[in-house]
């Protein structure tokens, strides 16, 4: 994995079962393939938790098959303990995390929302601005 440090990071927490969760895959696509046309360092993970099973290979497995069915591209990590998941206090499925360049927490977002990829290139967009104001000074 490469270095993340000056970059804004995206996780969108998700879980084959999560029906919301299918589409909000397809806005943080659509995200992550805006921020590499734009050469933006931006850098967007799919985060698998809560899924069902108890064995990691089923669960990886499962992932997988979802993956390729959608036609997703975008880096996906495996949360196979919901462990990252309990660090945001579990919150609902579909959840997505904008952590700023500073690596503080920028927005967190539970739940579908309206205008997702667009109010999320905003936010991507004011986070850069701030570590660029904070880099600055």
Same mark, same amino acid.
């Given at each position: 994995?490469?270095?993340?440090?000056?970059?804004?990071?995206?996780?969108?927490?998700?879980?084959?079962?999560?029906?919301?969760?299918?589409?909000?895959? #397809?806005?943080?696509?659509?995200?992550?393939?805006?921020?590499?046309?734009?050469?933006?360092?931006?850098?967007?993970?799919?985060?698998?938790?809560?899924?069902?099973?108890?064995?990691?290979?089923?669960?990886?497995?499962?992932?997988?098959?979802?993956?390729?069915?959608?036609?997703?591209?975008?880096?996906?990590?495996?949360?196979?303990?919901?462990?990252?998941?309990?660090a945001y206090q579990s919150p609902g499925l579909?959840?997505?995390?904008?952590?700023?360049?500073?690596? #503080?927490?920028?927005?967190?977002?539970?739940?579908l929302f309206p205008e997702m990829s667009e109010?999320?290139?905003?936010?991507?967009?004011?986070?850069?601005?701030?570590?660029?104001?904070?880099?600055?000074?």
């Open positions: 994995m490469h270095d993340l440090r000056g970059s804004a990071v995206v996780l969108d927490f998700w879980a084959t079962w999560c029906v919301p969760c299918w589409t909000a895959l #397809k806005e943080t696509q659509a995200l992550s393939e805006w921020a590499a046309t734009e050469r933006l360092p931006v850098a967007v993970f799919a985060v698998n938790t809560l899924e069902h099973g108890s064995e990691y290979n089923e669960k990886l497995e499962r992932v997988r098959r979802f993956w390729k069915s959608q036609h997703l591209t975008m880096p996906s990590l495996v949360d196979p303990e919901s462990k990252m998941f309990s579909p959840s997505v995390v904008v952590i700023s360049p500073s690596g #503080k927490i920028f927005r967190f977002h539970e739940g109010t999320l290139k905003g936010e991507l967009r004011a986070s850069l601005q701030e570590a660029k104001s904070e880099g600055g000074k």
